[in-house]
């Protein structure tokens, strides 16, 4: 059984991975985000969902974005407080 990470366990990860140190994420950070929570998508995919998440269109996903694309997939729970 997989356990679903918290949302300390999600900010944590995106921390990580925000090399930018922007608090927000490009494709290629995405990218690393999700490798780390094993999930195996494919490049395709990861850049349809990337485009998925970005839902103000400004070319990179925020942590609200970011654990929202995931409570769609059914990788969190689904009372993530919106942040960001």
Do not use: C, Y
Request: proline share 1%; net charge negative; charged share 25%.
């Amino acid at each position: 059984m997989t356990i679903k990470p918290t949302e300390d366990d999600l900010l944590a990860v995106f921390s990580r991975a925000d090399l930018g140190g922007d608090e927000k994420l490009d494709l290629m950070e995405f990218s690393l985000v999700l490798d780390h929570l094993g999930l195996s998508w494919n490049k395709a995919q990861v850049q349809h969902r990337f485009e998925q998440a970005d839902l103000n269109r400004d070319g990179f996903i925020s942590f609200s974005e970011f654990t929202q694309v995931l409570r769609t997939q059914g990788w969190t729970s689904g009372g993530l407080a919106a942040a960001g």
